[in-house]
């Protein structure tokens, strides 16, 4: 475990503008410096970065965090991981709370990942350079021009898509990787742990386990190779293999190959979390672009190649859980492209369960019957994508015209009531009521049209209404509606005006934490009240106590629904000077006092005039008096 002192040591030596700077163009605005937000698609800059306070904020889409919380969201990485990023960037040596045989440990189990790591960086190398001098690559390059997947130039978007993915070839035989890694002195032992080499059956050492196969890198988020998808090939002839100088492996077993071998498990690679395109997709999920969700590698490669960026694919495996919690990290909508055939149609079904479970908002896009992405694409170009996308549907409305398509509910009474039931079971999953009322008004719609109820058509009838019935059944309410009617009172818009200088003296402390000490700042904790007033005095203490390392030490003695502003003006601080500062400061001072005096006098005209009702002129003479002190102090106070 990193010790605290090493964090807080990586966040004060992290200059926050100089890494933030790599990938936002700043510029300098007053004490902070505004860019394009990395996080969300904008044209005129809302993002902030305080080089004083080592600390972002968007006023776009609310983006805020330290160095440690800009490396995990741009890199996505865990906290730990970006720590340790930013202190080798930095030159600091990470010091863990650990005993000497844990620490050992870790590092030996860092070491043995690394070596894994560079073992599938190595394969990736071996396998682009394959792809372009093997004897046998015109069969790989052949399967890319069928897909329409040949670069023009060295910088196109199909070469820079090959490169992104890199796309390469295993070659035909048994050892070409074997002997690869040996003359480059890697070992045999982490090829096989990661997948690559497979031990022989009949005597020592080891054989490719991807034989003549275009390969895809599969790349973590962190931008590491961690296991690899080969597709099959067309099988070489005879004379290809002469013309090669190549030796046949042999007759197989007379079955067709697997068209995709992937690699296996490992201590580097999950499959139920790995994402296809993931890393690649990264800037565009940032740039607020939705998830776009296919089947296949070439399906998100051909996108990729067409300028579609926003692509990812699961891998050998229906979509699952903690792959939507991965593409979580980057955005919350995802688009649902998958085969237009019936297989294509239960995997999006059985997409909502995930979707749910990470909170992502997904829709569907349908695909003609017989097309996957990649042929769409090819066909259509990334104009024809975009309007598909144009056009997509709610995962819930698209399952709910699936399960009542016409052809379904002309099938038998079987056949509807099947139907019917499983639309009222995805009607009652969904959380949010106001989806359910709108899908309960479009499955009834759907029923209505496309059984042609008929008054002679009883049993048709007794299946619409027992829809109804289920509908009618389902748990949960409406949302619940807010007060309507005039505008607020008098004494509610003064509560808020009382709101709005407060947040505005306290906003002068966030600039300045030096006028705690100002007398301003002692008369403003009388007049402030609500969260406000506790937010203050929270602050004030803290300041006082020299407790405040960072924007999270802040935050964390404020309560949350002043959050927000103390975010706003953490990372853009109004003022310069802290002159101007003090000066607002003294201004919203006296306006609040004023205020309050005005509340003082208004009670206590409130109070005569129920005196003067009931006729005690001697409590009315007491009341008198206070108003006019109170008017003497406030007039005092104007002049001060």
């Not at 990736?124 to 394959?130: I, Q, S």
């Not at 070659?171 to 742990?193: C, I, T």
């Not at 990649?374 to 066909?379: A, Q």
């Not at 301003?520 to 406000?532: E, F, L, T």
Request: neutral net charge; contains cysteine; charged residues 30%.
């Amino acid at each position: 475990m990193i010790g605290q002192e090493t964090i807080d040591r990586v966040r004060r030596e992290t200059k926050i503008v100089e890494l933030v700077g790599e990938s936002v163009k700043l510029q300098r605005r007053g004490r902070s410096f505004t860019g394009l937000c990395p996080f969300h698609k904008e044209k005129t800059p809302s993002f902030h970065v305080n080089a004083e306070r080592g600390f972002y904020h968007c006023f776009g889409c609310h983006a805020s965090g330290d160095a440690i919380k800009f490396i995990q969201e741009t890199e996505g990485l865990d906290f730990v991981e970006a720590v340790r990023s930013l202190a080798e960037r930095a030159g600091i040596e990470i010091v863990e709370n650990e005993s000497d045989a844990e620490r050992k440990q870790q590092l030996e189990q860092r070491r043995r990942q690394q070596e894994l790591y560079d073992i599938g960086d190595r394969a990736a190398e071996y396998f682009e350079r394959m792809l372009r001098e093997h004897p046998l690559r015109e069969l790989a390059q052949a399967e890319l021009e069928r897909r329409g997947l040949v670069p023009q130039s060295p910088t196109d978007e199909m070469a820079d898509a090959l490169q992104a993915f890199r796309i390469g070839y295993a070659p035909y035989g048994w050892d070409g990787l074997v002997r690869f890694l040996k003359e480059s002195g890697l070992s045999a032992r982490a090829a096989e742990e990661v997948g690559l080499l497979a031990p022989r059956k009949n005597g020592p050492g080891h054989y490719d386990r991807f034989r003549h196969r275009l390969m895809f890198a599969v790349i973590d988020v962190q931008g590491r190779v961690v296991a690899f998808s080969g597709r099959s090939l067309a099988e070489p002839t005879p004379e290809e293999l002469r013309a090669a100088g190549v030796e046949s492996m042999g007759a197989g077993t007379g079955e067709a190959p697997a068209k995709y071998v992937n690699s296996p498990e490992s201590p580097v690679y999950r499959k139920r979390e790995a994402v296809f395109g993931l890393y690649q997709s990264r800037q565009a999920l940032r740039s607020g672009d939705p998830c776009l969700i296919v089947e296949g590698n070439f399906d998100v490669v051909s996108l990729h190649a067409r300028g579609i960026r926003n692509v990812v694919a699961p891998l050998g495996t229906a979509f699952t859980v903690e792959q939507a919690k991965q593409i979580r990290r980057f955005t919350g909508d995802v688009v649902l492209m998958f085969d237009g055939d019936s297989a294509g149609k239960r995997a999006t079904n059985a997409s909502r369960e995930p979707c749910q479970a990470a909170e992502l908002t997904a829709k569907v896009v349908s695909l003609p019957l017989g097309k996957d992405p990649d042929d769409f694409v090819r066909e259509r170009g990334a104009e024809g994508v975009k309007h598909l996308l144009k056009h997509a549907r709610g995962i819930l409305e698209y399952l709910i015209d699936i399960a009542l398509s016409e052809e379904l509910l002309q099938e038998g009474a079987e056949a509807r009531t099947k139907s019917v039931q499983f639309v009222t079971k995805l009607i009652s999953s969904e959380k949010d009521a106001t989806l359910r009322d709108l899908a309960e008004t479009f499955a009834d719609g759907l029923v209505a049209a496309r059984l042609k109820i008929h008054q002679d058509s009883a049993e048709q009838v007794r299946t619409l209404k027992a829809l109804a019935r289920a509908l009618q059944a389902r748990p949960g309410t409406a949302p619940a509606r807010g007060p309507t009617g005039p505008g607020r009172p008098h004494q509610a818009r003064s509560r808020d005006r009382r709101q709005e200088l407060g947040l505005e003296v306290l906003g002068a402390l966030l600039d300045f934490p030096e006028l705690v000490e100002d007398a301003a700042s002692a008369a403003a904790a009388a007049v402030i009240d609500g969260d406000v007033a506790l937010a203050f005095a929270a602050l004030r203490q803290a300041i006082q106590g020299g407790r405040l390392e960072n924007p999270e030490d802040v935050l964390a003695k404020l309560s949350p629904p002043i959050h927000p502003f103390a975010l706003a003006r953490l990372a853009a601080p109004r003022h310069e000077r802290m002159e101007d500062a003090r000066t607002e400061l003294v201004d919203n001072v006296k306006k609040l006092q004023s205020l309050e005096l005005k509340r003082e006098k208004s009670e206590v005209t409130e109070e005569l005039e129920a005196l003067q009702r009931i006729g005690d002129s001697k409590q009315e003479d007491v009341l008198l008096q206070q108003i006019f002190e109170k008017a003497r102090r406030s007039k005092e106070r104007e002049h001060a």
